[in-house]
Antibody, heavy 121, light 108 residues
Framework: EVQLVESGGGLVQPGGSLRLSCAAS????????MNWVRQAPGKGLEWVSY????????YYADSVKGRFTISRDNAKNSLYLQMNSLRAEDTAVYYC??????????????WGQGTLVTVSS | DIQMTQSPSSVSASVGDRVTITCRAS??????LAWYQQKPGKAPKLLIY???SLQSGVPSRFSGSGSGTDFTLTISSLQPEDFATYYC??????????FGQGTRLEIK
């Protein structure tokens, strides 16, 4: 069974940092592209970042570029999101999401349960 | 950036009704479109990909159509478990994808 379990969320002050983790199981993690997607309270979904299966290709939404860093450790079946210079508008539930296989890799077929990040003083 | 606009923002319907939700892209995206269902406090679930392909395990009462800029998600006969929020997602500019703002499907 495919499982994605996020952790690392919490309350942080504006300007602070946080590192999110996503532990993957039930599939060959190193073969899949991964993403972070967030959802502000009561709002819609916003794609945040993408990383290729090897980690060699990375993309960010403009809203987080220069502040967030995505990475992965295929030996540990884990995905990460380092978030620096956090702002109030970064408050959201953060989901890790797996890209489906082959030509469907641009669609997200499995999602974690999400971890809440709250940026407030 | 490609903008995705869903309509309506919310809709009320009864069990057994046929419901259609529309998604419009700000520029042509061929068939690079997916639909997701999200229930309160839960992660989104992939329903439809490539505009009209049903994801494995999704009931056949869900269907998708369209190409270019205009797309629809249809639920042929609403079931109690279908009341949720639905999002479209464009994948034409993958990996920088965008979602629609969501359509909340409520019980009448």
């Amino acid at each position: 069974e495919v499982q994605l379990v996020e952790s690392g969320g919490g309350l942080v002050q504006p300007g602070g940092s946080l590192r999110l983790s996503c532990a993957a199981s039930g599939f060959t993690f190193s073969s899949y592209e991964m993403n972070w997607v967030r959802q502000a309270p009561g709002k819609g979904l916003e794609w945040v970042s993408y990383i290729s299966s090897s980690g060699s290709t990375i993309y960010y939404a403009d809203s987080v570029k220069g502040r967030f860093t995505i990475s992965r450790d295929n030996a540990k079946n884990s995905l990460y999101l380092q978030m620096n210079s956090l702002r109030a508008e970064d408050t959201a539930v953060y989901y890790c999401a797996r890209g489906s296989s082959g030509r469907r890799r641009c669609y997200f077929d499995y999602w974690g349960q999400g971890t809440l990040v709250t940026v407030s003083s | 950036d490609i903008q995705m606009t869903q309509s309506p923002s919310s809709v009320s319907a009864s069990v057994g009704d046929r419901v259609t939700i529309t998604c419009r892209a700000s520029q042509g995206i061929s068939s690079w479109l997916a639909w997701y269902q999200q229930k309160p406090g839960k992660a989104p679930k992939l329903l439809i990909y490539a505009a009209s392909s049903l994801q494995s395990g999704v009931p056949s009462r869900f269907s998708g159509s369209g190409s270019g800029t205009d797309f629809t998600l249809t639920i042929s006969s609403l079931q109690p478990e279908d009341f949720a929020t639905y999002y479209c997602q464009q994948a034409n500019s993958f990996p920088t994808i965008t979602f629609g703002q969501g359509t909340r499907l409520e019980i009448k």
